[in-house]
């Protein structure tokens, strides 16, 4: 049976809610998943690998607590792993920084965050986060055409059909989406080391 035709009725198991679906999912999309890890952990540590290895089981992680998750094809499962992608470096971004600055109220061991994040890439991925939910609250379409981009390495066609949008509005958007985060990042990048204590 075809790799996709294979996939397509796992995810109609996985929609149904069957317990066994994800990990047949999961494996027939991981070198992909896999892939854009590496691509959202820019860094060239020499663990680099690994760290993409440790995203996409964390990423798993997550989606396998939940009950159903429906996605009719693989751009639609690669949007809700890109969703769940960003929440997981959201997590271990704010757990490194508390670590970081001594702040929280439980402590996090580094060892626990090291093999995900730098302190330069949970300020980064925090800032970023606070940007898109900025961009949200001004334009939602465009901030899911960011996290679609950016999470999923989904192509611009791949992303007009899951928005079911135009290319050339899911162009324009991503865009104009780049240039406005760019400025916003900075700008939170700056009030975080102005507000960073050990600065």
Known sequence: MPAEENLTIWLGRLSEGDDTALDHVVRLLYDEMRSLARQRLHSERADHTLAATALVNEMYLKLSSQRRINAEDRVQFLGVAAVTMRRVLVDYARARTRAKRGGGLRPVPLEDVEPF???????????????????????????????????????????????????????????????????????????????????
């Open 117 to 199: 994040l730098s302190i330069e890439e949970s300020d980064e991925i925090l800032a970023l986060d606070v940007a898109i939910e900025r961009l949200a609250k001004l334009d939602a379409r465009a901030a899911k055409v960011v996290v679609q981009r950016y999470y999923a390495g989904l192509s611009v066609a791949e992303t007009a059909q899951l928005l079911d949008v135009s290319t050339k509005t899911v162009q324009r958007e991503w865009v104009a989406a780049q240039a406005w985060l760019r400025k916003e990042v900075a700008r939170e990048l700056g009030a975080a080391i102005d507000q960073d204590p050990q600065k």
